[in-house]
């Protein structure tokens, strides 16, 4: 005998703290207008972005990045059949979703996520712990471009058209009567300065009108044919690459974004280079309150664009910020106190000056005496090394750093100079004062009772966020490619993170 089966409804089989609830309840919360803004109307009806952004939000809390995963859940997984009121888009709408729509909301989700941590009681933006870490990009491995290489072919490259230009001069007498043993006037008169692929189309276009007047000329058409043919597409194909590079060493043909960099998950062990991103995190109590993306391997120069975007996006800065000796420069010290942001921030030989070794190094300046009121240095020879002039020192960021030098005068006769300098003159030494400063104001906050605390809870802040999302949710290699698509994973994948946190939290 035939059963009769009613719709189930699916409410009665979603335990009440599950994290599909969280992520319901939190994009819930959200103004529709949010969504709506960036839909301009007209056409077919669409899917609620609301309910797409819930998709792949819990998507991703389940380790499902693939759209078409996500399509698959759908169909076949009670939670995001609840979840979509058993709406079942496409992956291609999904991937369109992700890919378009999100780039434009996904900062304010993440914002409106951040918001309710901080109503809740879970984060209250007093420390911040910050770290970096390297995922791989969506790019072929050995699709590389490297600044070098390209430095050399570009510099090869104007070598030969050089000299073909002047192979065309010394063949055409008529133009060298006229030019004399001058470059060409489409050239200009410096030698020294690099021919662009604009100046060769219009140099290759004067000679083609040279060539219609002597149609005769074989060695100008063979010329010619060489600059269209081979000069010019390498000129402009160097040039495109050096304009992509901008101050980066390398980058991936097939995501130009990423910059080849060594991967700590290398599972070959060989420290192989391969192209991805270096994600800022900054968190408190394991919650992810800030990221950013970035092109550059080094974490120095990430600390204050991540501070930058920041703002940007949330108008918010934190009380005070932990950090490994990565951050230590003097530019992100300055920067951090100019903004009035406390730091616990190493340096790089902050270990280094608790060792024996280094404390019984004679030859580093800091175990020397500074004598305040005459502007000098003692050392452990107790010989003086006086002020001889100032100079400001550059950095490949921008960032001017001025150094004051000091020298000794009597090297000669200490009995100690193998040990201080390797040197045949005089020691030399350059000291910036603002870097000293901001050293020893970071040493005092990190042996106080409060920055040993701090330093402790570093080591298990940001690594074990990185070990959640990278070990067990499995999330090592982006899918979109381009740093604004590769933003919105990211923002995806911290909001996870965080309603997953909560989730626990209520469990």
């Given at each position: 005998?035939g059963?009769?089966?009613?719709?189930?409804?699916?409410?009665?089989?979603?335990?009440?703290?599950?994290?599909?609830?969280i992520?319901?309840?939190?994009?819930?919360?959200?103004?529709d207008?949010?969504?709506?803004?960036?839909?301009?109307g007209g056409?077919?009806?669409?899917?609620?972005?609301?309910?797409?952004?819930?998709?792949?939000?819990?998507?991703?809390?389940?380790?499902?990045?693939?759209?078409?995963?996500?399509?698959?859940?759908?169909?076949?997984?009670?939670?995001?059949?609840?979840?979509?009121?058993r709406?079942?888009?496409?992956?291609r709408?999904i991937?369109?979703?992700?890919?378009?729509?999100?780039k434009?909301?996904?900062?304010?989700?993440f914002?409106?996520?951040?918001?309710?941590?901080?109503?809740e009681?879970?984060?209250?933006?007093?420390?911040?712990?910050?770290?970096?870490?390297?995922?791989?990009?969506?790019?072929n491995?050995?699709?590389?471009?490297?600044?070098?290489?390209?430095?050399?072919?570009?510099?090869?490259?104007?070598?030969?058209?050089?000299?073909?230009?002047?192979?065309?001069?010394?063949?055409?007498?008529?133009?060298q009567?006229?030019?004399?043993?001058?470059?060409?006037?489409?050239?200009?008169?410096?030698?020294?300065?690099?021919?662009?692929?604009?100046?060769?189309?219009?140099?290759?276009?004067?000679?083609?009108?040279?060539?219609?007047?002597?149609?005769?000329n074989n060695?100008?058409?063979k010329a010619?044919r060489?600059?269209?043919?081979?000069?010019l597409p390498?000129?402009e194909?160097?040039?495109?690459?050096?304009?992509t590079f901008?101050?980066?060493?390398?980058?991936?043909k097939?995501?130009?974004d990423?910059?080849?960099?060594?991967?700590?998950?290398?599972?070959?062990?060989?420290?192989q280079?391969?192209?991805?991103?270096?994600?800022?995190v900054?968190?408190?109590?394991?919650?992810?309150?800030?990221?950013?993306?970035?092109q550059?391997?080094t974490d120095?120069?990430?600390?204050?664009?991540?501070?930058?975007?920041m703002w940007e996006?949330?108008?918010i800065?934190?009380?005070?910020?932990?950090?490994?000796?990565?951050?230590?420069?003097?530019?992100?010290?300055?920067?951090?106190?100019?903004?009035?942001?406390?730091?616990?921030?190493?340096?790089?030989?902050?270990?280094?000056?608790?060792t024996?070794?280094?404390?019984?190094?004679?030859?580093?300046?800091?175990n020397?005496?500074?004598?305040?009121?005459?502007?000098?240095y003692?050392?452990?020879?107790?010989?003086?090394?006086?002020?001889r002039?100032?100079?400001?020192?550059?950095?490949?960021?921008?960032?001017?750093?001025?150094k004051?030098y000091y020298?000794?005068?009597?090297?000669?006769?200490?009995?100690?100079?193998?040990q201080?300098?390797?040197?045949?003159?005089?020691?030399?030494?350059?000291?910036?004062?603002?870097l000293?400063?901001?050293?020893?104001r970071?040493?005092?906050?990190?042996?106080?009772?409060?920055?040993?605390?701090?330093?402790?809870?570093?080591?298990?802040?940001?690594?074990?966020?990185?070990?959640?999302?990278?070990?067990?949710?499995?999330?090592?290699?982006?899918?979109?490619?381009?740093?604004?698509k590769?933003t919105?994973e990211?923002?995806?994948?911290?909001?996870?993170?965080?309603?997953?946190?909560?989730?626990?939290?209520?469990?």
């Open positions: 005998m059963q009769l089966f009613l719709p189930m409804d699916l409410e009665d089989l979603i335990p009440a703290n599950h994290v599909v609830r992520v319901n309840d939190t994009v819930e919360r959200m103004d207008e949010l969504f709506f803004q960036y839909y301009p056409g077919r009806s669409s899917f609620h972005p609301k309910m797409l952004t819930k998709v792949l939000v819990y998507a991703y809390t389940q380790r499902i990045y693939s759209s078409r995963q996500i399509a698959k859940a759908l169909r076949e997984n009670i939670h995001f059949m609840w979840l979509s009121a709406q079942t888009p496409d992956f709408t991937n369109r979703f992700r890919s378009e729509r999100m434009d909301i996904v900062e304010q989700v914002a409106a996520v951040l918001e309710l941590l901080i109503d009681g879970y984060v209250k933006f007093e420390h911040y712990f910050l770290d970096g870490t390297k995922i791989e990009a969506n790019a491995r050995y699709t590389f471009v490297w600044k070098k290489s390209t430095d050399r072919f570009q510099s090869r490259l104007q070598a030969q058209i050089r000299e073909l230009l002047t192979e065309i001069e010394q063949a055409n007498q008529q133009e009567r006229e030019y004399g043993e001058r470059d060409l006037e489409e050239l200009g008169k410096d030698q020294d300065q690099p021919i662009t692929s604009e100046q060769l189309d219009t140099l290759v276009t004067s000679l083609e009108q040279q060539l219609s007047e002597s149609p005769k060695p100008l058409r010619i060489k600059i269209r043919k081979d000069y390498r000129c194909k160097y040039e495109m690459q050096q304009a901008q101050d980066r060493n390398s980058f991936s097939t995501d130009p990423a910059t080849f960099m060594r991967m700590k998950e290398d599972h070959m062990k060989n420290g280079l391969k192209p991805g991103y270096n994600v800022q900054g968190t408190e109590n394991q919650f992810i309150v800030g990221f950013s993306i970035h550059r391997p120095t120069r990430c600390l204050i664009p991540h501070f930058e975007q996006r949330f108008g800065l934190p009380q005070s910020v932990i950090a490994d000796a990565g951050y230590g420069s003097e530019e992100n010290y300055s920067w951090l106190a100019h903004e009035e942001i406390e730091a616990f921030v190493k340096f790089n030989t902050y270990y280094q000056e608790q024996k070794r280094f404390q019984n190094d004679i030859s580093r300046f800091e020397w005496i500074y004598d305040a009121e005459r502007d000098e003692i050392c452990a020879g107790n010989q003086r090394l006086t002020f002039y100032e100079r400001t020192v550059k950095t490949e960021a921008g960032y001017s750093s001025k004051r020298q000794c005068d009597a090297c000669g006769t200490c009995p100690l100079k193998n201080c300098t390797k040197s045949k003159n005089n020691r030399q030494i350059g000291v910036s004062v603002t000293q400063e901001h050293k020893q970071a040493r005092a906050n990190l042996t106080s009772k409060r920055g040993r605390k701090l330093s402790v809870q570093r080591m298990v802040e940001v690594e074990s966020v990185f070990g959640q999302i990278k070990g067990n949710r499995g999330f090592r290699r982006f899918l979109l490619r381009g740093i604004p590769v919105i990211m923002g995806l994948v911290s909001v996870a993170h965080n309603l997953l946190k909560v989730a626990a939290s209520l469990a």
